[in-house]
């Protein structure tokens, strides 16, 4: 999540976020307006995005080893999204088998594909299209996994005027698992519509932090720890 300008815009793990726990939704947002206080990501969290980091690595070298050129988008970092999305489009229309961090992008919400792959079905790029493949530690399947194919997936059919029938996950043993999108696209629709209308209360007054299996490596964590801890305090006057 992040704002610019007078605009958001929303990435797939703001949605996993909110699958998750709708109190943390809201506490992302007010942290685009005041700054909150972060709890201090541990060792353990920290070792798993390297090993995220290695495993998306580990499959570019593998797809340049034995599928030959991977076209890497640039990153625009300064950019207006319009602008990176442009840069990804002109590159795609191009046909190339294999691109990596392609910039995707459908307002509000925007991120950044680890793989798309080059199938031969006529899209409005030409006659072929893409489907999104994303890299995941995990052997086991995730309901966050199914989000994410299917955020990348609608954000590239604004590209090639539809959405893949298909999306796929390299898991950590270097696996290709392939989903069809129809399975899980009405309930990632049904969620997305929930968030960008949870989006609009602003306040917190109705709300209340809930643990959850998230709470271990939140970011907010301490927040939600001291509203809980506050409300269990005996007040003295009621005493």
Same mark, same amino acid.
């Given at each position: 999540?992040? %704002? @610019?300008?007078?605009?958001? @815009? ?9 699958? !998750? ?14 700054? @909150? ?46 602008? !990176? ?18 910039? @995707? ?37 995730? !309901? ?80 939600? %720890? ?14």
């Amino acid at each position: 999540m992040r %704002k @610019l300008g007078q605009r958001y @815009l929303y990435s797939a793990t703001d949605l996993c976020n909110f699958a !998750a726990c709708n109190y943390l939704t809201h506490l992302d947002l007010l942290d685009q307006t005041q700054t @909150l206080a972060r709890t201090e990501e541990d060792a353990q969290a920290q070792l798993i995005v390297k090993k995220g980091d290695e495993h998306e690595q580990r499959y570019l070298r593998h797809l340049r080893a034995t599928e030959g050129q991977v076209v890497d988008v640039p990153r625009l970092l300064d950019a207006q999204p319009e602008e !990176a999305f442009a840069t990804t489009t002109e590159i795609l229309r191009a046909g190339p088998h294999w691109v990596y961090q392609a910039f @995707l992008y459908l307002e509000p919400c925007n991120g950044y594909a680890d793989f798309l792959k080059r199938v031969e079905k006529p899209s409005q790029l030409g006659n072929f299209s893409y489907e999104v493949i994303d890299t995941k530690l995990s052997k086991a399947e995730k !309901a966050s996994f199914l989000i994410q194919l299917c955020f990348y997936s609608e954000l590239l059919g604004a590209i090639q005027g539809f959405v893949p029938t298909h999306a796929h996950i390299v898991t950590g043993d270097m696996r290709l698992r392939s989903f069809k999108l129809n399975d899980y696209f009405s309930f990632y629709k049904r969620l997305k519509k929930d968030f960008l209308a949870s989006l609009a209360d602003t306040t917190l007054d109705d709300h209340y932090p809930e643990p959850c299996p998230r709470c271990a490596t939140c970011a907010w964590q301490n927040i939600c %720890k001291n509203i809980i801890s506050s409300d269990a305090t005996p007040n003295p006057r009621l005493s």
